[in-house]
């Protein structure tokens, strides 16, 4: 289930799923500690009038509900229509920008003749710090009027006011455990126990009371504030309690009207079918950042009801692209922060590891250290090599004395070193590590290609920090890289670029002829090969000749027989939206602008309302596929409008 809505400020990240109900409940790291994540752990909305209660998702058959965000700012707005009940939801939901505190505005409208009694409950589960054993407390806090969830130095405090006044009624209890479903099922009646304390694995129900004319409405102002301590989530509530929920709304779109300006700064060079995707995709890039620096790289947990594991960790090379952007526009802290994050995880042989928790920790990992009998660092190189690339170009663009004074020594160097020297003797290509896509361990195309780029950037960067020795021993490194990518990388029979190939124990090399959507992309974009070298544009063609589409489609998988989430045989791989945006981006770069729009226009009708994109399509029936939103492919989206407005010698 995607999350059509998301909202952040660095700290804490909410996901709103199809139904309307908070899914993901991040805090203190975005991407770390879900408080909710699960099918089983979710917070309930429902309606009681004239003795019929109606829930948002357990009724979800009664309710209309849409999506949008239609306030400039990363305020989403979810819209539920009960025909049956005769009412209406309207809930504006927000992250505060400056404190942590989630957000509902609902308005509750009446859309029948008679007046009416309507209750509205807001229901609460927790499984604080993501855990599943049965350790959380849940209070009344009469003098606060509000409810507290806690463990340990993780601090719910849950209010609401209608009115001027509180809700009216709570329950709290037990969900999950000795027979209990939840206290959700204790507003059946229309009425809730009250009650103090509970223990275990706990949930609580907050009610409040609507007496509405005919086709009258009201306002419920409803929070969640979190804090690390009791006494922090207790002052963060009385701050919501004295400024209203509608006082720090409006202070959260000013500062993401603030926050948007340099993307304001180019939209006007947009065309106005761009303009809201393009600031949207803006937003959802900056609420899936950690404000330590971790890039996440989907916050969307769904896959854990099904998979062993979800996206909620900083990949360095999907950091790396979704701040490209970024460093395009201008914005400096989220690069500036991305980089200290990449110092203080770097191995001290300079490569960064295959994956990382918002707080630095290392993410789960499916590889190796021994490859066939080959015994290496489980790493994906592309990453190390497109952090540096990167870095490269956030310097490029401000041209700051402390960036190399603070970065040079400490993060270029060690990285410029290790890609130098984790090199093939054989093929004066860069040993093999694992592919871009977490699968193989090779010596890729696509890694080659990053790799002589990263070694280019850190050249120049070594001559203007003074170091010529590294200068020239980089640049002869990628030199070589360059002159044997065209002895060993292309594959003439298939006019095409090898996936990547291995020197094998005893001196011979095996190649994988497999079409990698990466390969042909990686050479064109970091200059491996020329654009107008017969390589590169033999192997274009028979890209899109492999991956052939009816007339006016555009999806691309990631490679051959690609078996990630694959559901029909019968095509060679899902579509992904990146891989459709890299193809836009090479036809921007041919100067064919209006084929480009062709692909992002055919890629738009797979978005969700609200604009998320999700990682992949199923070709078969256009349903979406994996996380969603996707940082990455927001982040390509960026990537192929800024393009389209900015002169090709100055895009890389």
Same mark, same amino acid.
């Given at each position: 289930?995607?999350?059509?809505?998301?909202?952040?400020?660095?700290?804490?990240?909410?996901?709103?799923?199809?139904?309307?109900?908070?899914?993901?409940?991040?805090?203190?790291?975005?991407?770390?500690?879900?408080?909710?994540?699960?099918?089983?752990?979710?917070?309930?909305?429902?309606?009681?009038?004239?003795?019929?209660?109606?829930?948002?998702?357990?009724?979800?058959?009664?309710?209309?509900?849409?999506?949008?965000?239609?306030?400039?700012?990363?305020?989403?707005?979810?819209?539920?229509?009960?025909?049956?009940?005769?009412?209406?939801?309207?809930?504006?939901?927000?992250?505060?920008?400056?404190?942590?505190?989630?957000?509902?505005?609902?308005?509750?409208?009446?859309?029948?003749?008679?007046?009416?009694?309507?209750?509205?409950?807001?229901?609460?589960?927790?499984?604080?710090?993501?855990?599943?054993?049965?350790?959380?407390?849940?209070?009344?806090?009469?003098?606060?009027?509000?409810?507290?969830?806690?463990?340990?130095?993780?601090?719910?405090?849950?209010?609401?006011?209608?009115?001027?006044?509180?809700?009216?009624?709570?329950?709290?209890?037990?969900?999950?455990?000795?027979?209990?479903?939840?206290?959700?099922?204790?507003?059946?009646?229309?009425?809730?126990?009250?009650?103090?304390?509970?223990?275990?694995?706990?949930?609580?129900?907050?009610?409040?009371?609507?007496?509405?004319?005919?086709?009258?409405?009201?306002?419920?102002?409803?929070?969640?504030?979190?804090?690390?301590?009791?006494?922090?989530?207790?002052?963060?509530?009385?701050?919501?309690?004295?400024?209203?929920?509608?006082?720090?709304?409006?202070?959260?779109?000013?500062?993401?009207?603030?926050?948007?300006?340099?993307?304001?700064?180019?939209?006007?060079?947009?065309?106005?079918?761009?303009?809201?995707?393009?600031?949207?995709?803006?937003?959802?890039?900056?609420?899936?950042?950690?404000?330590?620096?971790?890039?996440?790289?989907?916050?969307?947990?769904?896959?854990?009801?099904?998979?062993?594991?979800?996206?909620?960790?900083?990949?360095?090379?999907?950091?790396?692209?979704?701040?490209?952007?970024?460093?395009?526009?201008?914005?400096?802290?989220?690069?500036?922060?991305?980089?200290?994050?990449?110092?203080?995880?770097?191995?001290?042989?300079?490569?960064?590891?295959?994956?990382?928790?918002?707080?630095?920790?290392?993410?789960?990992?499916?590889?190796?250290?021994?490859?066939?009998?080959?015994?290496?660092?489980?790493?994906?190189?592309?990453?190390?090599?497109?952090?540096?690339?990167?870095?490269?170009?956030?310097?490029?663009?401000?041209?700051?004395?402390?960036?190399?004074?603070?970065?040079?020594?400490?993060? $270029?160097?060690?990285?410029?070193?290790?890609?130098?020297?984790?090199?093939?003797?054989?093929?004066?290509? !860069?040993?093999?590590?694992?592919?871009?896509?977490?699968?193989?361990?090779?010596?890729?195309?696509?890694?080659?290609?990053?790799?002589?780029?990263?070694?280019?950037?850190?050249?120049?960067?070594?001559?203007?920090?003074?170091?010529?020795?590294?200068?020239?021993?980089?640049?002869?490194?990628?030199?070589?890289?360059?002159?044997?990518?065209?002895?060993?990388?292309?594959?003439?029979?298939?006019?095409?670029?090898?996936?990547?190939? $291995?020197?094998?124990?005893?001196?011979?090399?095996?190649?994988?002829?497999?079409?990698?959507?990466?390969?042909?992309?990686?050479?064109?974009?970091?200059?491996?090969?020329?654009?107008?070298?017969?390589?590169?544009?033999?192997?274009?063609?028979?890209?899109?000749?492999?991956?052939?589409?009816?007339?006016?489609?555009?999806?691309?998988?990631?490679?051959?027989?690609?078996?990630?989430?694959? $559901?029909?045989?019968?095509?060679?791989?899902?579509?992904?939206?990146?891989?459709?945006?890299?193809?836009?981006?090479?036809?921007?770069?041919?100067?064919?602008?209006?084929?480009?729009?062709?692909?992002?226009?055919?890629?738009?009708?797979?978005?969700?309302?609200?604009?998320?994109?999700?990682?992949?399509?199923? !070709?078969?029936?256009?349903?979406?596929?994996?996380?969603?939103?996707?940082?990455?492919?927001?982040?390509?989206?960026?990537?192929?409008?800024?393009?389209? $407005?900015?002169?090709?010698?100055?895009?890389?």
């Amino acid at each position: 289930m995607a999350r059509p809505i998301v909202l952040g400020n660095g700290e804490m990240h909410i996901g709103i799923n199809c139904h309307g109900l908070v899914h993901d409940f991040y805090f203190p790291y975005v991407g770390l500690e879900n408080h909710v994540a699960g099918k089983d752990i979710k917070h309930h909305v429902g309606v009681w009038v004239e003795g019929q209660l109606s829930w948002l998702d357990i009724n979800a058959d009664e309710w209309e509900i849409t999506f949008s965000y239609p306030h400039k700012a990363l305020i989403g707005r979810v819209s539920a229509s009960n025909h049956k009940l005769g009412v209406i939801l309207e809930f504006d939901d927000a992250v505060d920008a400056h404190q942590n505190t989630f957000m509902r505005n609902i308005h509750v409208v009446n859309t029948r003749e008679s007046a009416r009694d309507i209750r509205l409950f807001m229901h609460q589960a927790f499984a604080i710090g993501d855990s599943r054993s049965n350790t959380d407390t849940v209070q009344h806090l009469p003098n606060s009027q509000a409810l507290l969830h806690y463990r340990g130095r993780r601090v719910f405090v849950v209010a609401g006011m209608h009115e001027n006044n509180p809700f009216d009624q709570h329950s709290v209890g037990l969900f999950g455990i000795e027979n209990h479903e939840g206290t959700y099922r204790d507003a059946e009646d229309g009425e809730l126990s009250n009650g103090n304390v509970e223990h275990g694995r706990v949930d609580s129900t907050l009610r409040f009371r609507l007496q509405l004319a005919p086709h009258e409405s009201g306002r419920v102002h409803y929070w969640i504030a979190a804090g690390t301590s009791l006494r922090e989530a207790l002052h963060i509530h009385r701050q919501v309690k004295r400024a209203g929920v509608d006082g720090r709304m409006e202070a959260t779109r000013g500062w993401w009207q603030e926050w948007l300006q340099p993307g304001y700064r180019v939209l006007d060079r947009l065309e106005e079918k761009y303009r809201p995707p393009f600031l949207l995709s803006l937003m959802v890039i900056k609420s899936q950042i950690d404000k330590r620096g971790a890039v996440i790289a989907s916050t969307d947990t769904t896959m854990l009801n099904y998979s062993r594991d979800a996206y909620g960790y900083c990949w360095p090379r999907d950091a790396a692209y979704v701040l490209w952007p970024l460093i395009r526009l201008g914005y400096t802290e989220e690069p500036l922060r991305f980089f200290e994050f990449a110092r203080r995880v770097m191995h001290p042989s300079g490569y960064l590891m295959h994956k990382f928790r918002a707080d630095g920790a290392l993410g789960s990992s499916w590889h190796p250290y021994t490859h066939n009998g080959v015994v290496a660092p489980p790493i994906q190189e592309d990453e190390t090599a497109l952090t540096l690339f990167m870095f490269s170009q956030f310097y490029h663009m401000h041209r700051e004395k402390y960036l190399l004074d603070d970065f040079y020594e400490t993060l $270029i160097k060690p990285m410029g070193d290790f890609l130098a020297e984790y090199i093939d003797e054989t093929t004066h290509l !860069p040993r093999p590590s694992y592919d871009l896509w977490e699968q193989y361990f090779l010596t890729t195309t696509y890694t080659t290609a990053v790799v002589y780029g990263a070694l280019l950037a850190a050249a120049e960067l070594a001559e203007f920090a003074q170091d010529p020795d590294s200068a020239v021993k980089w640049r002869t490194v990628a030199d070589d890289i360059y002159n044997a990518a065209g002895k060993h990388l292309y594959n003439r029979e298939r006019k095409s670029f090898y996936k990547g190939l $291995i020197t094998k124990k005893d001196g011979s090399i095996q190649k994988d002829d497999t079409i990698d959507t990466s390969s042909v992309f990686g050479s064109f974009m970091f200059g491996l090969f020329s654009a107008e070298s017969p390589e590169l544009k033999a192997a274009m063609a028979t890209l899109l000749e492999r991956f052939k589409q009816a007339p006016g489609t555009y999806g691309l998988p990631r490679y051959e027989e690609d078996e990630y989430h694959r $559901i029909d045989r019968s095509i060679p791989g899902n579509w992904w939206f990146i891989c459709s945006y890299w193809l836009a981006q090479y036809r921007v770069e041919e100067g064919n602008v209006e084929e480009a729009k062709k692909i992002i226009d055919w890629i738009s009708q797979y978005s969700l309302s609200t604009g998320i994109l999700s990682e992949q399509i199923n !070709p078969s029936d256009g349903r979406l596929l994996s996380v969603a939103p996707l940082t990455w492919s927001h982040a390509e989206y960026l990537a192929t409008l800024l393009d389209m $407005i900015t002169e090709p010698s100055s895009k890389k």
